[in-house]
């Protein structure tokens, strides 16, 4: 799946600051950021809509993401924890607004935090 | 909150043998909502095998079919006979219905594998 591009694919860090970066080519209005921790299910963290934040799950502040144009998302992490490490998976949607939706994934990005 | 629960991996089969992976789900806040199946192949990220919307109905791709059951609340995934590329993990998941700010809530996940 080319449609969907993550970087890295791989990261390891120790209390630094990182940004995680995600491009679609599908033409898609909405672009999610979701985290899988070992032995969890995918979660939501964020979700963006033309470039507008409209969901902001509960997520720790040292988490902000930014979407420079609509097919963009950027993920920056500062002071990374431990509990961080998981892999993070962009996706994007049509719309975005509708329940019923497919989502298309990236590959992921998995952070191990030292 | 919602929740899906699904079949607690890991599953071997032997290939062309039968399969049924379980998910059940609780929609505290909707009475009816949308169910998807997604599938994670080695090396790749998520993507949707199926999805079903309305209460009753059968979904159905790649030999897979599932069946969104109200009354059981389930959508459990069914194959008649996998093949060694069906080795993945599956996730059953829950759209909110409604129309506003789509979310998807997952299970965990099952990871199945087919061995010649």
């Known amino acids: 799946n080319t449609k969907i591009t993550q970087s890295p694919r791989y990261l390891i860090l120790g209390r630094a600051n990182k940004s995680l970066e995600c491009e679609q080519h599908l033409g898609h209005n909405a672009m999610y950021w979701y985290k899988q921790s070992a032995e969890k299910p995918p979660e939501l963290m964020f979700l963006y809509n033309l470039k507008q934040l409209i969901r902001n799950e509960t997520v720790p502040s040292r988490f902000i993401p930014e979407c420079p144009d609509s097919s963009k998302l950027l993920l920056h992490i500062s002071a990374v924890d431990p509990e961080d490490s998981a892999v993070y998976f962009c996706a994007s949607s049509q719309e975005g607004r509708l329940s019923n939706e497919r989502l298309f994934f990236g590959h992921g990005t998995k952070l191990s935090v030292l | 909150g919602d929740s899906v629960t699904q079949t607690e991996g890991p599953v071997t089969v032997s290939e062309s043998e039968s399969l049924i992976i379980n998910c059940t789900y609780s929609?505290?806040?909707?009475?009816?909502?949308?169910l998807f199946w997604y599938v994670r192949y080695p090396g790749e990220g998520l993507q949707l095998l199926l999805k079903?919307?309305?209460?009753?109905q059968k979904g159905s791709s790649r030999g897979f079919e599932a069946t969104y059951n109200k009354e059981t609340t389930s959508f459990h995934l069914q194959k008649a006979s996998v093949q060694e590329s069906d080795s993945a993990v599956y996730y059953c998941a829950l759209g909110d219905s409604g129309g506003s700010n789509a979310k998807l809530t997952f299970g965990k996940g099952t990871k199945l594998s087919v061995k010649s």
């Open positions: 079903v919307i309305t209460a009753g």
């Open positions: 929609a505290t806040s909707i009475a009816y909502p949308n």
